[in-house]
């Protein structure tokens, strides 16, 4: 499988805004801060909307969308213990980062 610059950039991009998204939540307030609540929704759609980008491109749905559900979450957790000081468990941390591996050795079979 043969992966394009594109491909890899909207993806590694579609990550990067809803990570960010996600960590805006808590600056949300439950929504009742203005600013961090649009900020945090533009991303989210930008986020979303680089998914559709790479559905309609090709990128078969079976692998991207459980490599996104693995990735984002590692990626938050990384968020929440070194921008907002939380503990993590290393089982969670461990079982996340298998699961991508899992999964990339997944989308490596034909």
């Given at each position: 499988?043969?992966?394009?610059?594109r491909t890899?950039?909207?993806?590694?991009?579609?990550?990067?805004?809803?990570?960010?998204?996600?960590?805006l939540?808590?600056?949300?307030?439950?929504?009742t801060?203005?600013?961090?609540?649009?900020?945090?929704?533009?991303?989210?759609?930008?986020g979303?909307w680089?998914?559709?980008?790479?559905?309609?491109?090709?990128?078969?749905?079976?692998?991207?969308?459980?490599l996104?559900a693995?990735?984002i979450?590692?990626?938050?957790?990384?968020?929440?213990?070194?921008?907002?000081?939380?503990?993590?468990?290393?089982?969670?941390?461990s079982?996340?980062?298998?699961?991508?591996?899992?999964?990339?050795?997944?989308?490596?079979?034909?």
């Open positions: 499988m043969t992966l394009s610059l890899i950039a909207l993806f590694f991009a579609s990550t990067v805004f809803q990570v960010l998204a996600v960590a939540l808590p600056r949300t307030r439950g929504f801060e203005p600013l961090p609540t649009v900020a945090s929704a533009v991303l989210f759609i930008l979303i680089m998914v559709a980008r790479l559905y309609e491109g090709g990128v078969k749905l079976g692998i991207i969308s459980p996104l693995a990735v979450p590692l990626a938050v957790i990384g968020v929440g213990i070194f921008i907002y000081g939380e503990s993590a468990s290393i089982l969670r941390v079982m996340l980062v298998g699961a991508c591996a899992l999964i990339g050795a997944a989308a490596a079979v034909h």
